[in-house]
């Protein structure tokens, strides 16, 4: 069974930076993809970047692009995200997730880690 674990939340003043860190565990599994998804307060979770394991191809949500950075070592079985320019509304729990069934969307889930950024 695969456990992700997060760290690198925090409080952040806008116009900072964070990077967040998830590092995959278990006995004999298979990595596909992995991904960060955030829930906001009082709204729904969604997607913020995702990275195939074999070929490294990346995708960011609209909101993120040019700012975020998703990248992925393969090694550690980690994945890191690099938040710049962040944003008040940037302000959210922050999930990781992977695909280690390759039925095309995310089936484990780490606990969250949450980013606060005010002044």
């Known amino acids: 069974q695969v456990q992700l674990v997060e760290s690198g939340g925090g409080l952040v003043q806008p116009g900072g930076s964070l990077r967040l860190s998830c590092a995959a565990s278990?006995?004999?599994?298979?990595?596909?993809?992995m991904g960060w998804f955030r829930q906001p307060p009082g709204k729904e979770r969604d997607v913020v970047a995702t990275?195939?394991?074999?070929?490294?191809?990346?995708y960011y949500a609209d909101r993120v692009k040019g700012r975020f950075t998703i990248r992925r070592d393969t090694a550690k079985n980690t994945i890191y995200l690099q938040m710049n320019s962040l944003k008040p509304e940037d302000t959210a729990v922050y999930y990781c997730?992977?695909?280690?069934?390759?039925?095309?969307?995310?089936?484990?889930w780490g606990k969250g880690t949450l980013v606060t950024v005010s002044s």
């Open positions: 997730a992977a695909n280690t069934l390759g039925q095309g969307a995310m089936d484990r």
């Open positions: 278990g006995r004999s599994f298979r990595m596909y993809a």
């Open positions: 990275i195939s394991w074999s070929e490294g191809n990346t």
